[in-house]
């Protein structure tokens, strides 16, 4: 029997996966499997709020068993080296494949390995579970409370606008009681290109520049170099911090460098029109290099193309090209607005609010998942202590 093999169960793998078992023929059958070196999926634009308390961790989460359609064979592993002529990815076990579909994502890119000891990096649960237990520390333990309290987020891009708005609502709303120790406290995030939301629409960035001024969530305009325990430099100037963040940039998985595929600048792998790196390998998601940002919208939207194209390969039919299609941003400015952008149109309130609920746990790939997340955000609105 045929086999299809998909390496990594994140936005864009678990889209394909999915994809292709509604796409598969019962007369030809072929085999599904995807590969992924975690037992769940991440639905990562709900992380900010996971850091800030106000999610469970469990409740965007979800066991890869159950993303999965019951057509595809689900493995963890990690995958380390994938080779090409043998047509086997190897991990811990042997993946052999007649069809490959490559998407396992990326990982934060701090500057270099001085960064790690003393800079927090956001791009799992894990990061957003520590980042949590540092702030309930940082605020409730006697030994620190008294001090006055600075987080830095360097990157003024969505998610690190997201991050610093929901921390500011958890310390403000929640952590932090006593009047003095609210003034000695702040959120500061850096941005070097000077705004924030460099590549959103002006409206989007206008919208959160007023609603960061009105949080009093401070922005630098810099470059963040040399961190140091306890701080790190913005340009000429050293800002001592509790806690700093970086949300600065993403780099490929370091799996992309073990697979003989020409690689851009920026380390994805290069892909044709039909989502095709060489050899009919299909690369898709944060792995694959386009011109499109590097989010959850267009790794859906490239993995529902290699789907088809590899089931077109197994079954002798024409291939799709990928064209993005736009639908919107839509943003959380904390635990009580959002921001969105739809239509030319940009607007913040309890109305963008909802539709950011709403829309996101939609999106949710499992009914316990949804449920636990809508449980979560009532039990804020009613008043009751976030997850801490
Ligand atoms: C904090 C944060 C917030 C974000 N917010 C948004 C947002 O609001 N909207 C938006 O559109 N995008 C957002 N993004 C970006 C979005 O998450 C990514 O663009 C999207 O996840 C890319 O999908 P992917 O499938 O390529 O990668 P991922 O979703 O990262 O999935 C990759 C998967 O591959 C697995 N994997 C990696 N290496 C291996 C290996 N060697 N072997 C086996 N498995 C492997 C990983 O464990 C993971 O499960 C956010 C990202 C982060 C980090």
């Not at 499997?33 to 979800?62: E, R």
């Not at 009093?216 to 001592?240: C, M, W, Y």
Request: aromatic share 8%.
């Amino acid at each position: 029997m045929r086999r299809i093999l998909i390496v990594g169960g994140g936005f864009a793998g678990v889209s394909a996966a999915n994809a292709i078992a509604a796409g598969l023929s019962p007369r030809r059958r072929i085999q599904v499997q995807l590969v992924s070196d975690s037992a769940h999926f991440t639905f990562t634009p709900l992380l900010p709020a996971v850091a800030s308390g106000s999610l469970d961790p469990a409740s965007i989460q979800v066991p890869l068993h159950d993303a999965l359609g019951d057509q595809v064979e689900f493995e963890m592993d990690r995958i380390e080296t994938i080779d090409l002529s043998e047509k086997v990815a190897h991990g811990a076990f042997e993946h052999p494949w007649d069809y490959l579909i490559v998407a396992p994502g990326s990982v934060p890119s701090l500057p270099s390995d001085a960064w790690e000891s003393s800079v927090q990096s956001f791009g799992s649960a894990t990061d957003a579970i520590a980042i949590r237990e540092t702030l309930i520390h940082l605020t409730q333990t006697p030994e620190h409370s008294d001090a006055p309290l600075r987080i830095v987020v360097i990157g003024g891009g969505p998610t690190g606008v997201a991050l610093a708005a929901e921390l500011q609502s958890f310390l403000f709303d929640e952590l932090i009681q006593d009047s003095r120790a609210r003034e000695a406290a702040e959120v500061l995030i850096v941005e070097q290109e000077g705004n924030l939301l460099p590549s959103l629409p002006t409206q989007m960035r206008e919208l959160t520049e007023r609603h960061f001024k009105a949080k009093n969530i401070q922005l630098l305009k810099g470059q963040a170099h040399s961190p140091f325990a306890g701080g790190i430099h913005v340009d000429n100037t050293r800002i001592e911090a509790q806690l700093v963040i970086w949300c600065g940039g993403v780099k490929p998985s370091p799996l992309l460098e073990q697979i003989q595929l020409p690689r851009a600048d920026d380390g994805r792998l290069v892909v044709d029109e039909n989502m095709r790196a060489q050899f009919g390998i299909y690369a898709v998601g944060d792995a694959a290099h386009s011109d499109c940002p590097w989010s959850a919208q267009v790794a859906i939207q490239q993995a529902q193309v290699a789907a088809h194209n590899a089931l077109s390969d197994a079954y002798g039919r024409s291939h799709r090209t990928f064209s993005y299609s736009y639908t919107g941003d839509i943003l959380t400015l904390g635990r009580s607005n959002a921001a969105v952008f739809y239509q030319g149109f940009a607007f913040e309130g309890k109305a963008a609010q909802t539709l950011f609920r709403v829309i996101y746990a939609a999106q949710i790939p499992t009914s316990v998942q949804k449920l636990r997340v809508l449980r979560d955000w009532m039990g804020a609105r009613r008043g009751a202590r976030a997850l801490i």
